[in-house]
Structure formats: structure tokens, C-alpha cells
């Protein structure tokens, strides 16, 4: 009985993992969007996109919340092609 109720406490453990997997932090997302950004040959409307995008996401970074800060730097990064 107690091989059953370990096995069933280790599988709720390990289906819960990805519940309390954290995003990646967001300063560390800006700085690798930033580095892409310095590296990539961009026209006036791309770097404006960017630069939006970039400001919506350290605002969001600013106010801890890393899941859309880094949704915002995500979408900088598509639109520079990486």
C-alpha cells in the first residue's frame, strides 16, 4: 500500500511541475532583445515597431510581470527575424 500511495503522490508531483514553472525573467529577455537589436539591419519602421514594442515590454517588466514583458519582447524579436 505504501509503493501505491507513493507512486500516486510522485505522479501528483510531477503533474503539477509545469503549474509552477516561472517565466524566463525579463531582464534577462531584454538584454538578449537588445543585443539582437544592435546586431540587426533594420528600415525606420521596423526600428519604430521595435521600439514600441520594446517600451510596452520594460513597462510591463517594471510592474513584474515578466510573462507579458517577454511576450512583448518576443514579438520585437519576430519582427527583427530572429
Do not use: H, Y
Request: charge should be positive.
Amino acid at each position: 500500500m505504501r509503493k501505491f500511495a507513493f507512486a500516486v503522490a510522485l505522479g501528483l508531483l510531477a503533474a503539477s511541475g509545469p503549474v509552477f514553472a516561472a517565466p524566463a525573467p525579463c531582464e534577462a529577455t531584454l538584454k538578449a532583445l537588445r543585443a539582437a537589436e544592435a546586431a540587426a539591419k533594420l528600415n525606420d519602421a521596423d526600428k519604430n515597431r521595435v521600439s514600441e514594442l520594446e517600451t510596452k515590454g520594460i513597462e510591463r517588466c517594471n510592474a513584474d510581470d515578466d510573462k507579458r514583458a517577454d511576450d512583448f519582447f518576443a514579438q520585437a524579436m519576430k519582427v527583427m527575424g530572429k
